[in-house]
Structure formats: C-alpha cells, structure tokens
C-alpha cells in the first residue's frame, strides 16, 4: 500500500491550497482517511477526518471553517482544501489510510508566509 500526498507548496496569509491524496495498493472504499500535520515544535495532530463513505468529517478546532476534507472512491483519492490560510498552518501534512493498518504516507510541506 501506497499513500502520495502532493499540492503543499508556499502561499501568501489569506490565501489557499488543495491537498490531494492518491491511494495505490488497497482500495480506500471502506475505510476512513485522516489528515494530520507536524508543525514546527509541536506534535503531530489531527486535521480533519472522512468516514468511508463520505457522510460524516471532523476537524481540529484550529482548521475548522477554513478547511474541507473530501474524497473520491472511485479515484482513490483523498483531498484537503485549505482557505484562509494562516503562518500557524506551516508545516508538513500528512494523509493517513484508516485500513487494516495505519498508513501513513510521506508528507507534503505546506509554508504559509509573506
């Protein structure tokens, strides 16, 4: 099993980014998926979360209203779109595969500066 993240880059305060996810290797159907990220001098946290089917997310409270996970079945495919983007955002994001493991893919940096 493969987990790609892919989208983080560097953007202006106010701006946006789509972070996306491809799965290879196990379909991602019936499973949930997770973002998480590292920010510079704290621990790994959780970012949002999508149930297998789509109906039901959660996220932190520091994303929440400017953050929207969705996800594509039939792609294998997991997104993070990220508005009103703040210097706080920075750091590496993670996409996780809620499978019979965990997996984790390598991460994708996301600096959010002027």
């Known amino acids: 099993v493969q987990v790609v993240e892919s989208g983080g880059g560097l953007v202006q305060p106010g701006g946006s980014l789509n972070l996306s996810c491809l799965v290879s290797?196990?379909?991602?159907?019936?499973?949930?998926m997770s973002w998480y990220r590292q920010v510079p001098g704290k621990e790994r946290e959780p970012v949002a979360s999508?149930?297998?089917?789509?109906?039901?997310?959660n996220y932190g409270d520091s994303v929440k209203g400017r953050f929207t996970i969705s996800r594509d079945n039939s792609k294998n495919t997991v997104r993070l779109q990220m508005n009103s983007l703040k210097p706080e955002d920075t750091g590496v994001y993670y996409c996780?595969?809620?499978?019979?493991?965990?997996?984790w893919g390598q991460g994708t940096q996301v600096a959010v500066s002027s």
């Open positions: 996780v595969l809620r499978g019979p493991k965990d997996y």
């Open positions: 290797g196990l379909s991602i159907g019936r499973y949930a």
């Open positions: 999508i149930t297998s089917t789509g109906g039901n997310s």
